[in-house]
């Protein structure tokens, strides 16, 4: 089954515990991305990569890292949490042919840090 | 960066009725995408329209696409409880920017 999948779905941490949340797709797909929700706010861009070790920042890159070793992963790390990091956060992978941009999103991760 | 922008907001609708919302964004565009979520679930990708298209449907969805107004409507027909969900519309500006979601529509369809 074609999917993008997260781990882990729920989290809660404290300050400045470094996290990481995995994000991986079976699908082949050159671009992924991720985003955080918050209430009234929507959808934000967080990073993104175009293919396997290109990433670029998004609209709120400020705290968090990605990275882009293997096609299938992308992983979301922030260093030092803050309790302003807490949203409920999206991986999304699409392929960059004929559908380019159409998007494939994971089930959320619900992060609170305290 | 740009962003779509939906209205309303909300709408509630009793059950077999139409729903119409509408997003509007600012700058040109490669195409316009609707996505549906379910509360606290991942976006799921409904329609795409191109910026040359006008109109485009897929089973009880119709999506128009005014590029001279920068405006596009999702028009969700005989509505079901199941469609109960937030709408949101999302913009490409160019072969490769990524997506900018609007803050969605929130329908609540009563049965």
């Known amino acids: 089954e074609a999917q993008v999948t997260q781990n882990p779905r729920y989290l809660i941490t404290v300050t400045g515990k470094k996290l990481t949340v995995t994000c991986s797709q079976n699908?082949?797909?050159?671009?992924m991305s991720w985003y955080r929700q918050d209430p009234g706010l929507g959808l934000r861009q967080i990073y993104y990569?175009?293919?396997?070790?290109?990433?670029d920042k998004g609209d709120v890159p400020e705290g968090y890292k990605v990275s882009r070793k293997e096609k299938r992963n992308f992983p979301l790390i922030l260093e030092s949490p803050s309790p302003n990091q807490t949203s409920l956060y999206f991986c999304?992978?699409?392929?960059?042919?004929?559908?380019?941009?159409?998007?494939?999103f994971g089930p959320g991760t619900r992060l609170t840090v305290t | 960066s740009q962003q779509g922008e939906e209205d309303p907001q909300a709408l509630s609708i009793q059950e077999g009725e139409n729903a119409t919302m509408n997003c509007s964004y600012k700058?040109?565009?490669?195409?316009l995408q609707w996505y549906r979520q379910n509360s606290g679930r991942g976006l799921v990708h409904l329609i795409l329209?191109?910026?040359?298209?006008r109109e485009k449907h897929s089973g009880r969805l119709r999506v128009t696409l005014d590029t001279s107004k920068k405006s596009s409507s999702l028009l969700i027909t005989a509505s079901r409880a199941a469609d109960t969900a937030s709408y949101f519309c999302?913009?490409?500006?160019?072969?490769?920017?990524?997506?900018?979601f609007g803050k969605g529509t929130r329908l609540s369809v009563i049965a």
């Open positions: 329209i191109r910026s040359n298209e």
């Open positions: 990569s175009m293919n396997v070790e290109v990433t």
């Open positions: 999302a913009t490409v500006s160019s072969g490769n920017t990524p997506l900018v």
């Open positions: 999304a992978s699409s392929q960059l042919g004929t559908e380019r941009w159409k998007q494939y």
């Open positions: 700058t040109s565009i490669n195409n």
């Open positions: 699908m082949n797909h050159e671009y």
